[in-house]
């Protein structure tokens, strides 16, 4: 099977050499059936990956010692749901799952444009095949999942525990790969009117609904992993400010920013250059975060194992830097704008001010992730930089991107009529200030806080306003009825639903981040402790002795203040062979307001005495509805309308009026 | 394309030069990342008492660390999981032979591991040094240990002279044990 996996992932390589190839001189020479070739190519490129993936999972399942990656990430106990998600749960593995996804989204592009096909396309397809044949190679040669061992193991050495711990991690890699790698399509369109010379603004047209999309998946995939880490690590948090974590957030924050201001560019045909850049910079960042977390190049606890793949990203990040940037700079003159701003008070303002604040947070992020890096650089020295400073320093960048996400949807396009915005701005305004006004009369004393709330109020009911308002006037209308009005203006309507999300998960992140109690008690069996008006008895230990591990269940029963029982919590401990270390499990019963969250720490005299962690944190339940709410407003703007041809077909003639227009004017 | 090239501006060419620029320091200070590599840090126990231990064989009688003083002594900690163990075991077995008559000690302590498979491992793979089992992982917390496979090399007077985090080279760990016995020969 190694031997299988290998030659299949070196064809899948030809193929893709080809296939960048063919698109390449297709785009040159402008020959039809090049460039059909190379659309097709993308088709065999994503049955051989597949292929190879699919021999990795039988090797995993079939118990292949002789394959190395599987005796170091699977072992015969392990049980088969974990052995297949070894697939992706270390390095050399993941990068199969990688090239997987990224053929995908190539043969997506395909099947898209198979008829209608725009002046870009090849150089596009050319551009994607560019980045398969980067992940190919990596996967040919630093890295090597299929390589052999000449004397296998009886038996492997299993998952790490971490990760066989919880099926989350069955989801949560997935849907951020989708995320990272889509960004590759938006990223080839743009280097594709680049490179055809083409600075008009056909591409983004193109390419919004793709980076929607994508942007679904970075939300859910993101998401997922605080709930993997709020669900499974015990620390009573859901985002440590890792640097792992930190490096997936600045792609997001960039696309964020494209998403609002591609419509300055489809709209009144401004920010050509920035939107340009804002993909570039977002597919760069994505490169620079597979290199930071799989180079080993930073500490964390989502570094890969050491592996010598850290040059070949690193050559791979300067060429997409140079390569990106440098045809920036040299297309210059075709991406000047004659639109500009008429009034700082407008949409058009808004939406430039959301995307400074949104790339102010991105580069304060940036910086405090790559500071220890520079620092060890320059001196030696090993710092860390933590939680405090970005928290210090990204939370009023956040608080002002709500003032803007809870004002900005009610100013009309050019200049405002500022009475009509005022009179709009009346319901959500009295709303916040009542909520900022009960939560300092409830005691909170944060200026950070009680502006959180407030403004996350703020966002919730201008959405919801707005919402309602294009409601009433379908209502109003004569053939069309409230539904029909929703569907009519689907992208603002998806919008708002965004923002809708949007409110939810600042109010649960201002709550939990700074409302949250703790405390850390040893109680004997049979003990208790009161802790936020709840009586917490340690009940039992039980030992469950598993054929891939041990697993200790403390019983603790919660007993409310007026003596009726609200149940039990059973956090564990789980002794794998191949750990040095216990692994725990918290156990939560999450509330809508409240989380009370049990972490077991360590265990005494055989279980007679244990020590625990309690949390009561609130509004976390807010943030993961507030995130899935954000993230099915994103596909209900992505969804593809009935009448899809016409709606691009409309994008195309602005875009044509725009330039006859400009031509006229010149 | 010639042509276009000729027509940039002066602002185009110096923008160009600005983006080699940057990328080339971003890329320089990333650079220095890769170059450290973990397993070459100094160990802190290296130039100090080897920890005393006394551990059951396998399948024989236990092995006392300080009972060897005056000989060379290769403490290998590995486990019948770990495949960087299959990759220097010839390696640790080839000096063992080559150097068993001449004061040198080669000991496999097993980590973490059931006595089943560290015994078929032992079996399959021809292991013929002895092997002990640190049952408790007490030795391993003792040499700090921070995975499998690491050796520590301690010379006759029981003080630890070399720590090689990952499988040991053949050639290197060769080398070393002849600088041990040709100071002593000395």
Known sequence: MSQLGTYLLLFGLVVSCYGLLAAAVGAKTGRFALVESARRCAFGVLAIVAAANATMLAALLTNDFAIRYVADNSARETPVFFKALSLWAADDGSLLLWNLILAGYIAAVAVRFRRDRPPTFPYALGVLFTVQVFYLILINGPARPFASLADPPADGRGPAPLLQNHPLMAVHPPFLYLGFIGFTVPFAFGIAALLAGQGSDQWVSLIRRWTLVVWCFLTVGLLLGALWSYSVLGWGGYWAWDPVENVALLPWLLSTAFLHSVMLQERRGMARLWNIALVIGAFSLMTFGTFLTRANVLSSVHAFAQTSVGPAYLAFLALVLLAGFGLVAWRLPTLRTPASLTSAISREGAFVANNMLLLAAAAIILLGTTFPLVVEAVSGQQVTVGGPYFRSSVTPVFLLILLLAGTAPLLPWRSANRSRALRRLRVPAAAAALVMIATAWAGVRQVTVVAGFGLATLVFVTSGQEILSGLAIGRRGLRGGAVRALVRGRRRHAGLVVHLGLALAAAGITASSSLGQQTQVTLKTGQSTVFGGQVLRYQSLHTDQQPQRIVLTTTVSVTNSSGETAGTLDPRMNLYPAATEPIGSPSIHRGIVWDLYASLISLQDDGGTATFRFYRNPGVNWLWFGGLVMALGGAAAAWPGRRRNSDDDQGASAVRKRAALEAGAL | ?186
Do not use: K
Not at chain 2, 54 to 81: E, K
């Open chain 2, 1 to 186: 394309m010639r042509r276009r090239l000729t027509r940039l501006t002066r602002r185009q060419t110096r923008l160009l030069a600005g983006v080699g620029v940057a990328v080339a320091v971003i890329v320089a200070l990333l650079a220095t990342g890769l170059g450290r590599d973990p397993s070459v840090i100094a160990s802190p126990l290296v130039g100090r008492t080897a920890p005393n231990f006394t551990l059951p064989q396998l399948d024989g009688p236990p092995v006392t660390l300080s009972r060897l003083r005056g000989q060379v002594v290769v403490i290998n900690f590995w486990a019948s999981w770990c495949t960087e163990c299959h990759v220097e075991q010839a390696a640790l077995d080839q000096a063992w032979q080559q150097f068993r008559d001449s004061g040198v000690v080669v000991i496999g302590v097993n980590f973490q591991d059931t006595a089943g498979a560290a015994r078929s491992y032992v079996s399959t793979t021809d292991v013929t040094y002895p092997v002990v089992e640190d049952s408790d992982s007490s030795t391993a917390l003792a040499y700090g240990l921070r995975g499998v496979p690491e050796t520590f090399v301690v010379n006759e007077s029981g003080r630890i002279v070399d720590h090689v985090i990952g499988p040991v080279d053949e050639a290197a760990l060769v080398s070393e044990i002849n600088s041990i016995l040709l100071a002593r020969a000395r």
